[in-house]
Nanobody, 118 residues
Framework: QVHLVESGGGLVQAGGSLRLSCAAS????????MGWFRQAPGKEREFVAG???????SYSDSVKGRFTSSRDNAKNTVYLQMNSLKPEDTAVYHC????????????WGQGTQVTVSS
């Protein structure tokens, strides 16, 4: 059974930084694309960043240049470094994993709250 557990969320002032982590278990981590999504109150879930098993990254336009996704296959962990945070980045951030050798997300974590104050 696949488990994804996020950590690292919290309250930060605008302009600050946070690093989210997502520890994965129950899968061969290096064979999966990993992603980050977020959902703010009253809004739909949106894609934030992704990193393939080949370490290729992609970002939404709203975070490009501010957020960086990375992975450590030895630790079964994916990270999201978030810099220059804005109040509009406030949301619950969810980690996701694709199916093996896929880019379609199939597994989801419970999420971690990120709140950016102005």
């Amino acid at each position: 059974q696949v488990h994804l557990v996020e950590s690292g969320g919290g309250l930060v002032q605008a302009g600050g930084s946070l690093r989210l982590s997502c520890a994965a278990s129950g899968l061969t981590f290096s064979r999966h694309t990993m992603g980050w999504f977020r959902q703010a109150p009253g809004k739909e879930r949106e894609f934030v960043a992704g990193i393939t098993w080949r370490q290729l990254t992609s970002y939404s336009d709203s975070v490009k240049g501010r957020f960086t996704s990375s992975r450590d296959n030895a630790k079964n962990t994916v990270y999201l470094q978030m810099n220059s945070l804005k109040p509009e980045d406030t949301a619950v951030y969810h980690c996701a994993a694709s199916g093996q050798w896929s880019t379609t997300y199939a597994y989801w974590g419970q999420g971690t709250q990120v709140t950016v104050s102005s």
